[in-house]
């Protein structure tokens, strides 16, 4: 693995660790149980939706990025209102779980910037082709950003920061055909849109 390639991969393997570590039904660690009762005692809508997820993976990745966003006091809603599950091999599912770790730090980050006029939403629908769309959107302070700028490696709007996650994005999709992300700014927000079509069987 060249420096590069390491400095791309350390930048979202935390999405991927903590997705992995979680993934547990027989010593569940304090932060799902913590998350996972606030959701069962509090029964509002934006919560009752992470029990639709049902690839664990995915739900845990959700859980560990939403306790992120409690913990900054984030203004953010999430939004399932039906059973969501993607049949894919493992590989596919930990390079997505990359992706949507890149994405959801990303608006984690561009919110904390914005603080109590922060906003960010997540949805994620299950498709008539028994795939799965993932919207994230975070209002943003610069509309003025090139997307075509950002998805190269090195460029950022941040500071102190790498300017590597996009790019990671851009090239992880790139090795799979029933991937596609649409990135765009519209209104003061940024929006991630990324389709995952299921994997047909051999």
Request: charged residues 25%; contains cysteine; negative net charge.
């Amino acid at each position: 693995m060249t420096l590069t390639n390491l400095i791309k991969f350390r930048h979202d393997i935390k999405s991927l660790i903590s997705s992995i570590s979680l993934n547990t039904d027989d010593d569940k660690p304090d932060l799902v149980s913590y998350v996972d009762n606030y959701i069962n005692k509090n029964s509002f809508e934006r919560y009752q939706g992470l029990n639709h997820i049902k690839n664990k993976l995915l739900k845990n990745l959700f859980l560990t990025k939403i306790a992120v966003m409690v913990n900054k006091n984030l203004n953010y809603n999430f939004e399932c209102t039906q059973d969501a599950k993607i049949s894919i091999e493992n590989n596919e599912m930990f390079d997505l779980i990359r992706i949507l770790g890149i994405a959801m730090d990303n608006a984690i980050e561009a919110s904390t910037e914005l603080g109590s006029k922060s906003r960010i939403d997540i949805m994620v629908f299950k498709n008539q082709s028994n795939g799965i769309e993932f919207e994230i959107k975070n209002l943003v302070k610069n509309e003025n950003i090139r997307i075509n700028e950002i998805q190269r490696s090195g460029v950022t709007s941040k500071v102190d920061h790498l300017g590597v996650g996009l790019a990671n994005v851009k090239e992880i999709i790139s090795k799979y055909s029933n991937m596609s992300l649409d990135l765009k700014i519209e209104n003061k927000y940024f929006t991630f849109y990324l389709v995952v079509d299921e994997e047909e069987p051999l």
